[in-house]
């Protein structure tokens, strides 16, 4: 099986900045994109930000220009450096990786999820 495991959230100032991190682990052939959602009091999951293996990047409109998404393959890890933070970016923050197990067998996995909480 593979595991992901996120660290870094907590509660933080608005304008204030936080790193989250994530690992996976496992029985890893390769992996594809990894990324991170969030899902706020009331409201459902949505993508911030995924990375490609080769590192071409993607973000929400609401966060670009205040976080960056970074990965280092070697350590099966992908950050979230959340820079600039509002009150509005308070959420559960998930992990996702598209890993190969095989070469064949190909798999979505998630995080347990971590908190963020901006203060205003």
């Known amino acids: 099986q593979v595991q992901l495991v996120e660290s870094g959230g907590g509660l933080v100032q608005a304008g204030g900045s936080l790193r989250l991190s994530c690992a996976a682990s496992?029985?890893?052939?390769?992996?594809?994109?990894m990324g991170w959602y969030r899902q706020g009091p009331g409201k459902q999951r949505e993508l911030v930000a995924d990375?490609?293996?080769?590192?071409?990047?993607n973000y929400a409109d609401s966060v670009k220009g205040r976080f960056t998404i970074s990965r280092d393959n070697a350590k099966n890890t992908v950050y979230l450096q959340m820079n600039s933070l509002k009150p509005e970016d308070t959420a559960v923050y998930y992990c996702?990786?598209?890993?190969?197990?095989?070469?064949?067998?190909?798999?979505?996995?998630w995080g347990q999820g971590t908190q963020v909480t901006v203060s205003s």
């Open positions: 996702y990786a598209d890993v190969r197990r095989t070469f064949y067998q190909r798999g979505d996995y």
């Open positions: 496992g029985s890893i052939f390769r992996i594809n994109t």
């Open positions: 990375i490609t293996s080769g590192s071409i990047t």
